[in-house]
């Protein structure tokens, strides 16, 4: 049995605390929040975990086998820190690492050597259609010349301390929201960008909102354009306005052979009840020669899908980690990983405010 201490209790942390249930060897076994009800909601969640008053409290709980950072994004290299230097421990730690680009270096150096496994939370990878996509693309396009992810969402959801609201907090839409869909054109292509492009802005939510008198400055939509370095090329288009979509992410993929398709709901609460169940992913092949197109449908468990609003991605990763800590696999989302899809968020974030490409 692999004990967790979760430290942050907010949306997400439940989510992680929901999936950690399902798993046969693993539980969590002390929560930590800055703010009481939250910390003792989780708590019942996790089926009676033991609530920590600070995170020393949490690190110096005896039944704990590994540390799951579920924190605000600005929050992360410094509780990083305090783990490495108080009780090094395996490490789960949500997207993205790090916010400031200063931090990058202070990383590498904290982690060198560092004896246990450290696992970023790059859920995306691990939804269904979207781990169908990346097992079959290859074979389907013949090799990949142009990638393109859309997600159509709806706009950031209340944060406790509103912290989701500034780009100072997030490192901005481009870092906090798309470091994901980076990740996943880096594991899809299995190579690296060399230049970035990007035109985003905030067009519309948030605009009216105050906050200790601050008007929020986070983006809600953008375009990024990414060319790499075998010669494929790869598109981003965010918005942010858009939850009347029936998929939230599409990706697509286009070869020489032909061209695959995965289309992934949103959260399922969020679908209107009037139109019934919530849509099925797909997959959809459509070959050049002879054309297709050939859809799949890549149903995702019931009861996965109530874990949480990721299309069962957070289970399945809980599931990888909670390998690795038992000595059964290998860290599938590295530092390393984590690291260079946050250098293309702040290189589009970058491209975006000056008009200009930046080379990688």
């Keep these: 049995m692999v004990n967790y201490g979760l430290i942050g209790c907010g949306m997400m942390g439940c989510e992680h605390i929901l999936n950690i249930n399902l798993l046969p060897q693993g539980r969590v076994s002390v929560v930590y929040d800055p703010v009481p009800e939250q910390a003792q909601k989780a708590a019942t969640m996790a089926q009676d975990a033991h609530v920590a008053e600070t995170l020393e409290d949490l690190l110096a709980f005896e039944q704990l086998d590994a540390v799951i950072i579920v924190s605000p994004n600005y929050l992360h290299v410094p509780q990083l820190r305090q783990i490495v230097e108080t009780r090094p421990l395996p490490i789960l730690c949500e997207k993205p690492l790090y916010t400031n680009p200063a931090d990058a270096p202070v990383l590498d150096a904290l982690f060198e050597g560092y004896p246990h496994p450290v696992w970023v939370a790059m859920e ?3 939804m269904p259609p979207v781990a169908a996509l990346i097992a ?9 010349k142009m990638l393109t992810i859309r997600e159509h969402r709806f706009p950031f959801l209340p ?13 901005g839409t481009l870092v906090e929201k798309c470091c ?7 594991l899809i292509l299995q190579d690296e960008p060399v230049r970035v492009m990007a035109s985003a802005g905030q067009s519309l939510n948030h605009i009216d909102e105050r906050y200790d008198g601050h008007a929020p400055d986070i983006w809600d939509n953008g375009y990024v ?7 494929a090329r790869a598109m981003l288009e965010l918005c942010m306005f858009a939850e009347g979509s029936k998929w939230q992410e599409e990706i697509s993929a286009v070869g020489p052979k032909g061209k695959i398709e995965a289309l992934v709901p949103g959260p399922g609460r969020f679908w209107p009840k009037l139109l019934g169940d919530p849509p099925v992913p797909q997959m959809i092949i459509s070959p050049r020669a002879p054309k297709g197109p050939y859809v799949s449908e890549i149903p995702v468990d019931q009861t996965l899908l109530e874990a949480g609003d990721h299309n069962g991605s957070t289970f399945y990763q809980h599931q990888r980690f909670n390998a690795v800590l038992r000595g059964e696999g290998e860290v599938e989302v590295t530092l390393s990983d984590g690291a260079k899809a946050i250098a293309i968020g702040l290189a589009a974030q970058r491209s975006a405010q000056s008009g200009q490409a930046v080379n990688l």
Excluded at 180 to 186: I, P, Y
């Design 180 to 186: 994901h869909f980076f990740d996943l054109m880096r």
């Design 124 to 126: 995306y990878r691990y």
């Design 159 to 171: 944060k406790i301390g509103d912290w989701n609201r500034f780009n100072a907090k997030t490192g």
């Design 225 to 231: 354009i990414l060319d790499f370095a075998k010669g």
């Design 136 to 144: 079959q693309a290859e074979q389907a396009t013949g090799g990949i």
